[in-house]
Structures are given as structure tokens and as C-alpha cells.
């Protein structure tokens, strides 16, 4: 039998695990499909939906760029590729619920459900120790504290932190030898929480 030559075929090779509801696992296949969906629904490229629909309406100063696999499928679950300030601007965005350059770019809606969070009950299944009380959900990472921080992870330790409470975003463009991002998360935290407390001690 051949190899799946791109990444579509790839999917359609993988069989299901686990139900649905239950336990946590991070699966980064899952948004992979969200991103087929969201392409053969609209008839556009991932690339041409994000920028339609959030780049350029953040005001960025430059261009982003995806990544594609060997035949030039775009990848939805990792590979954007992008200035620390122009991702900045998103992440202030979603701080401010969605809106940003006066207008609403994220309903306010969606931003809401994201910050909700799951159950971070289920979360423990995942064995993920080291972010004890988080759970995620629709493709975000929820603290659960005090702060109701919220954050984007990507692979070799990037990382959008939103602190609501402090007024604070944070950008880490990283080059972390080791892909997993739980190599670095409790020593990211550390520097983000006292950030933070230095904010509202001003």
C-alpha cells in the first residue's frame, strides 16, 4: 500500500481513540480537520481566511506565512509564521474580547466561550502535570486562575499569554531544541506571573 503523499490523505488513514466527552488528550490532528473543514466549506485557503478574515483587520505591518506540506497543503495545527509585534496585535486583540481598530473582528461571543474553558476534571487525563488545573478548549489553553489567563502554544516553547486582570499580552518567539512546549511551561509561568503581579503592584 502507498504512504500518504499529503496531509489530507494522511488524515483519512487515522481511525478513531478514545469517545467522545471523555477524558482529555491533546491531539493535534484535530485541528488539522478543523482546517480541511474550514477550507472545503468556504472554497478558501486557510492562508486566504486568516488574512480576509483577522490580518488584515488587525492592522499588521506584515505579511504572515503557513506551512505547507510537499504537494502545498496548507497546514491549519502549526506553521504560522509571523512578526513578535503583528502577534502582539493579535493577542491584544483577544484580550480586548475580540475587538481591536474599532472594529469587532472576533465576535465577542466566541471570545467568551474560549475563555470559559472546559473541565480541567477531564484535563488530568492527559497526564499533563505540570499544568495542573488547566483544561483547553476550542484550540486554547485556560489557566483557571485568578487572572483568567488564557494562552496559545506552539511548538520549540512559542507562546501567547493573555492576562485580562493585568492588562497584560505576552509574546515568546522561542527556538527550544525540544518541540513539546511542557519542557518550558512551568518556568514560562513563573516569568508571566510575576510579570503580571509587577503590573498591578504599578
Known amino acids: 500500500m502507498r504512504a500518504p503523499r499529503t496531509v489530507t490523505d494522511f488524515l483519512k488513514t487515522l481511525k478513531k481513540e478514545g469517545e467522545h466527552g471523555g477524558g482529555f488528550q491533546y491531539k493535534t490532528v484535530d485541528t488539522e480537520v478543523i482546517g480541511w473543514l474550514l477550507q472545503r466549506v468556504t472554497g478558501k485557503s486557510y492562508a486566504t481566511l486568516l488574512s480576509e478574515r483577522i490580518w488584515s483587520r488587525i492592522g499588521a505591518q506584515e505579511d504572515a506565512y503557513v506551512w505547507v506540506d510537499g504537494t502545498g497543503t496548507q497546514l491549519a495545527s502549526t506553521g504560522v509564521n509571523t512578526s513578535l509585534r ?30 470559559k ?3 480541567p476534571e477531564k484535563f488530568k487525563a492527559a497526564g499533563m502535570t505540570m499544568r495542573s488545573g488547566y483544561s483547553y478548549h476550542n484550540q486554547w489553553w485556560m489557566a483557571h486562575d485568578a487572572d483568567g489567563s488564557f494562552e496559545a502554544k506552539g511548538l520549540n516553547g512559542q507562546h501567547i499569554h493573555i492576562n485580562p486582570a493585568a492588562e497584560l499580552v505576552v509574546i515568546k518567539l522561542s527556538s527550544h531544541p525540544i518541540g513539546n512546549t511542557a519542557f518550558t511551561h512551568t518556568l514560562d509561568r513563573r516569568a508571566f506571573t510575576a510579570i503580571g503581579s509587577s503590573l498591578r503592584g504599578r
Do not use: K
Open 117 to 119: 474553558g472546559a473541565d
Open 86 to 115: 503583528d502577534l502582539a496585535r493579535f493577542g491584544e486583540m483577544m484580550r480586548l474580547g475580540g475587538r481591536f481598530n474599532g472594529q469587532q473582528v472576533v465576535p465577542a461571543p466566541v471570545v467568551a466561550e474560549i475563555r
